[in-house]
């Protein structure tokens, strides 16, 4: 069945850090890909998403490329802030509401 | 906007007991509520999708009668543990779909901490 598979954490980093959060599926088709982040004692909130092969979802200066030949879909950014210290999830869902998720990764940003 | 809310965030229970959790959407009227579980350093597991005004559609291994889902209106899913037992303990999540929104959209509740003594 399809999964999604991210690295384990905590990522610790300092501010201003270059940040790589790994992600790849494994689905039939052509599922889309999102990136979910969680801030402490609140929901799940949708960060990114890609809907299509090659593209490229970006928010808060937040980016991540769907790639089809490599099933990855990395989150980055190239400068982090203490206030993006969340836990993140890689998800994927066919066209229906089912979202799989991956385990999570929790970032750390020290100052 | 797209707000969803979670009564209680914890909630601690003796074991045999039931517990009810409200998840509402806010600001929005959601056809399709979700609910998941989810364990520590594990992901988000689907547990049943819940329609207003029709039963719940569990996911497989998802034992319906100790889980009651209850969409009684656009804005409210419930969830009952039956019963509950020192395994049940978890993190609760609802998320809601907005019906003018994307059909993958989702926004997620905060989550309650279920914690069977």
């Known amino acids: 069945g399809d999964s999604v598979t991210q690295m384990e954490g905590p990522v610790t980093l300092s501010e201003e850090a270059f940040l790589t959060i790994n992600c790849t599926y494994t689905a039939t088709g052509y599922p889309s890909l999102f990136w979910y982040v969680q801030y402490p004692g609140e929901g799940l909130q949708l960060l990114l998403k890609a809907t299509k092969a090659d593209d490229k979802g970006s928010n808060k200066g937040f980016e991540a490329t769907y790639r089809k030949e490599t099933t990855s879909f990395h989150l980055e950014k190239g400068s982090v802030q203490v206030s993006d210290s969340a836990v993140y999830f890689c998800?994927?869902?066919?066209?229906?509401?089912?979202?799989?998720f991956g385990t999570g990764t929790r970032l750390q940003v020290f100052p | 906007g797209a707000v969803v809310s979670q009564h209680p965030s914890r909630v601690i229970c003796k074991s045999g007991t039931s517990v009810k959790i409200e998840c509402r959407s806010l600001d929005f009227q959601a056809t399709t509520m979700f609910w998941y579980r989810q364990f520590p350093k594990q992901s988000l597991m689907l547990m049943a999708t819940s329609n207003e005004g029709s039963k719940a559609t569990y996911e497989q291994g998802v034992e319906k009668d100790k889980f009651l889902i209850n969409h009684a209106s656009l804005t409210l899913s419930t969830l009952t543990v039956t019963s509950a037992h020192p395994e049940d303990s978890s993190f609760y999540i609802c998320?809601?779909?907005?019906?003018?929104?994307?059909?993958?959209?989702?926004?997620f509740g905060p989550g309650t901490r279920l914690t069977v003594t």
């Open positions: 998800a994927l869902a066919h066209n229906t509401d089912k979202l799989i």
């Open positions: 998320s809601a779909r907005d019906r003018m929104a994307g059909r993958n959209e989702q926004y």
